[in-house]
């Protein structure tokens, strides 16, 4: 199930002193190709959080940016109760409002020690004339159940 979270208080554990950590070299990003772009400037924004904690793998900040050639980087954090190789998360996506997935980051390896961490995702084309996107995380064994982060655009 899909839902978008409101606007709100972060949980001071997930958010507090968070240094983002940008893309690993194990860790290759991949994307899909959408249509036309525009412009928009940094967005950072906070989300409540997931209404059971340490199931799901959580989006609690977005900052987006867009690039020279018009397509937009997003730096995202993302919460989990990774435990190993058995349960963490496993990749995020930008999904356009109607759902089509508009860049995914494959995220190779559990973040046991590294809570929240933040990861990076260039290159994701945004068609002219959208005004959010939302960004989703996955959990390698819950898929996508946590709180999405709905992000403005334009």
């Known amino acids: 199930m899909r839902r978008l979270a ?20 194990d860790e290759a990003p991949t994307v899909t190709a959408g249509v036309s772009v525009t412009t928009s400037t940094a967005v950072s924004q906070s989300t409540f959080p997931d209404p059971a904690p340490g199931v ?34 496993d990749a995020w996506e930008v999904r356009a409002p109607d759902g089509t997935v508009l860049g995914i980051r494959e995220l190779a390896h559990p973040h046991v020690d590294e809570q929240p961490f933040t990861r ?6 945004i068609a002219a004339g959208m005004t959010e996107v939302v960004v989703a995380a996955r959990d390698s064994v819950e898929g996508f159940c946590g709180v999405e982060y709905p992000v403005p655009i334009g």
Not at 76 to 89: E, F, L, N, P
């Open 120 to 125: 990076s995702l260039s290159g994701v084309t």
């Open 56 to 89: 799901c793998a959580d989006v609690i900040d977005v900052d987006v940016e867009v690039q020279a050639n018009g397509d937009y980087r997003f730096d995202v954090t993302v919460a989990s109760a990774d435990t190993g190789w058995d349960k963490y998360a």
């Open 6 to 25: 409101a606007f709100g208080v972060l949980v001071a554990a997930c958010g507090s002193g968070v240094t983002p950590a940008l893309s690993g070299q």
